[in-house]
C-alpha cells in the first residue's frame, strides 16, 4: 500500500481500485463514491450479513491519503524499506497501517457484519453516515 502515491493533491482512484479488486469476494458488497470532480472516490464496504433496520455492525475507517513527504527522507518514502528493527514508508505508521489492519481485520471477522469507510481526505467528513441513511431510513 506504501507504493501507491495517495499525496492529498493527487488522485487515489488507483489504490481505491486495488482495494475494491483485493476485496472482491463473495459476502463482500462495494459501493465507490467518486468526489465532484471524480478525480478520487471514497468506498464504502460492507463485508457479511446485511446489517439489519437497526444498523447493527461495526464501523472501521481509514483514510487513503497521505500529506506531501516533505524533506528528510533518507530512502524513497513510496517504497516500503525495512530498517531492521522497523518499516520505513510514507503513510505507514498511519494511513497504510490503519487501511491494511482495517481491511485485514474486516476479512477476519465478515461472518459479524462490518462497515468500512476508505476516504479522502483524512479530515473530510465520513461519508458512511449518508451512505447510510440512504440505504437504512
Known sequence: LVAFDTTSHRSNRELSAFLADYLDLPGVRIEALP?????KENLIVELGPTP?????????SAHMDVVP??????????????????????GSADRVNATGTATRTGLMIMDEGLWHALTWPKS????????RRRLRP
Open 69 to 90: 513527504a516533505g524533506e528528510g527522507w533518507t530512502c524513497d518514502p513510496f517504497t516500503l524499506n525495512d530498517r531492521g528493527d522497523r518499516w520505513l514508508g510514507r
Open 124 to 131: 473530510s467528513p465520513c461519508p458512511w453516515r449518508d451512505h
Open 35 to 39: 468526489s465532484p470532480d471524480g478525480a
Open 52 to 60: 439489519g433496520p437497526a444498523g447493527d455492525g461495526l464501523v472501521l
